[in-house]
């Protein structure tokens, strides 16, 4: 159990949110404005992490000495490629296409800032989507709106519940958060 300083979260994610209150960590949120780039040829399971240091660095000024700062990027890769957040209701049709009756990655690189040391890792899960029917998307999209999301799509709402028949690692890290190798590192802060 954590018992330290709250832990300042550079992220607006509420899934993030959700899985530190979960987990009973008491935590701020400070949202970091950096921007989300990497450099061009970085291998694929580096960037979250990347992407992740971005963030903590870009609030790391905002703390006092002795307080945590901790921030997760999560990318969603099929086909060695990224698939990012759909820009419209279109692309997040398209991109569930592209994920329907495949096994595709969802991967967190985790930033935890503590007394000017710094701990990163990254955890990845498989998931596997059955063969979706095109009204099956069309609902979800319509219904649930995942145009902040990831790979357009958030496992704990109906097209998970429905459309994934199987995860291969941790369901809380395609959520965003590895909450349990989180809560297990902060706790041996």
Not at 52 to 65: D, M
Not at 90 to 109: E, F, N, P, Y
Not at 145 to 168: L, M, S, T, V
Request: hydrophobic share 45%; glycine share 8%.
């Amino acid at each position: 159990m954590y018992v330290g300083k709250p832990v300042i979260l550079a992220s607006q994610s509420p899934r993030r949110r959700q899985l530190l209150e979960q987990a009973g960590i008491p935590f701020q949120v400070k949202v970091s404005d950096a921007e989300e780039t990497f450099p061009a040829g970085m291998p694929i399971p580096e960037i979250p992490v990347h992407i992740a240091r971005q963030k903590a660095l870009a609030v790391a000024h905002l703390y006092e000495a002795g307080e945590v700062v901790l921030a997760a990027d999560t990318v969603v890769v099929l086909d060695d490629t990224i698939i990012g957040k759909p820009t419209d209701r279109a692309d997040a049709i398209r991109i569930l296409g592209a994920l329907s009756g495949k096994i595709h990655q969802v991967i967190t690189g985790v930033v935890i800032l503590h007394e000017g040391k710094e701990e990163a890792f990254s955890q990845t899960t498989e998931v596997h989507f059955k063969p979706l029917e095109p009204e099956q998307i069309a609902y979800y999209v319509d219904h649930y709106q995942p145009f902040d999301k990831a790979g357009a799509y958030a496992i704990q709402e109906w097209i998970g519940a429905i459309g994934i028949d199987r995860i291969n690692g941790c369901f809380y890290n395609v959520m965003g958060l590895p909450i349990s190798q989180v809560a297990e590192r902060l706790s041996r802060l």
